[in-house]
């Protein structure tokens, strides 16, 4: 199965920007689709970009903001966040959906925590 790991959280001031990025190890036969998710203190986890059968999709709250890629030669998946707002707090996850044996999976990264403070 695939282990995702993500890297580039951390501390910004309002305006600022980060990059999010996710590298997927392990095996597959395909990916469905794959995805960046947020889930902010005592709240529900939110998709905020996601990546499907050639379609780029965003939440309305980061649309022109932020921007999903994907690098499907070395499997690795990333979020370019600009313009970043107190509401962008948040521990963001990455997710893949994909497909191994004739079966689907899904796995998600550990996590890397975004902060956005004065």
């Known amino acids: 199965q695939l282990q995702l790991v993500e890297s580039g959280g951390g501390l910004v001031h309002p305006g600022g920007s980060l990059r999010l990025a996710c590298a997927a190890n392990g095996r597959f036969s395909s990916i469905n689709a794959v995805g960046w998710y947020r889930q902010a203190p005592g709240k529900q986890r939110e998709m905020v970009a996601g990546?499907?059968?050639?379609?780029?999709d965003y939440a309305d709250s980061v649309k022109g903001r932020f921007i999903i890629s994907r690098d499907n030669a070395e499997n690795t998946l990333s979020l370019q966040m600009n313009s970043l707002k107190p509401d962008d707090t948040g521990v963001y996850y990455c997710?893949?959906?994909?497909?191994?044996?004739?079966?689907?999976?899904?796995?998600w990264g550990q996590g890397t925590q975004v902060t956005v403070s004065a």
């Open positions: 997710n893949f959906r994909y497909i191994l044996w004739s079966r689907d999976y899904d796995s």
């Open positions: 990546i499907s059968g050639g379609r780029t």
